[in-house]
């Protein structure tokens, strides 16, 4: 059994995984080609090629999720008991959904480091804060609106079709046998869309990513014409 769940759990981390990172990977090809005139197949060979780093990326989002995150999020969790918490969490988490998400892009489309590209990914958070932050809570929330809506119809259907068995005189195992098949079909339901949907949220994060690095890349091109003959005077 143990050996079951493991294997199960790997399985669902790389799924998630190959997920999260599947948007990014096509919005860098997609920049790259300046448009969508490339195949499926380098899709795949990109993220063949860079598995190893988005698993490194993740151990280290990990590993400083359970030392710096979890005294920050102990810290909020105390303040909520003065009810600045609740507005600081609103605030805090997702700017660290959307700090991990610029950080990743970087990660991905620079040949730097992991701490280096978190470095660079709250450099564009701070730069453009709550247009940041006021988006991506938007977004989350549209998101699992949807998420509820469509997962839950299944559900409802279970409900309704037990009672509509028992009244039509089936037996009660047969009932409860059907609502089992329906709640899991709900939550298999409920994860592909979230595992859809949430991508909505990482193309979001990727759209504000690639605005930012144009304008101070334009930036950075409109001070360097500026210095243009500066060294002569």
Known sequence: IIGVFLLFFLLIMFISLINYAFPVIYMNLYEKNKGNNFETKEIVTELKSKFGKIVIFFLVIFLLSITAGLIIMGLVFALMFILIGFVLALILVPALLAFVQLSFYEYMNSEIGVFDALGKGFEKLKQNFWPIVGSTVVMYFIIQIVITIFSMVPYVIGIASMFTSLENGNSQEESLSFLSIMMVL????????????????????????????????????????????????
């Open 186 to 233: 709900f939550m298999c339901i409920a994860m592909l869309f979230s595992y859809i949907l949430n991508n909505l949220l990482v193309v979001n994060n990727g759209i504000i990513y690639y605005s930012l690095r144009e304008q101070n890349e334009n930036k950075n091109t409109l001070s360097d014409i500026d210095l243009i003959g500066t060294d002569s005077e």
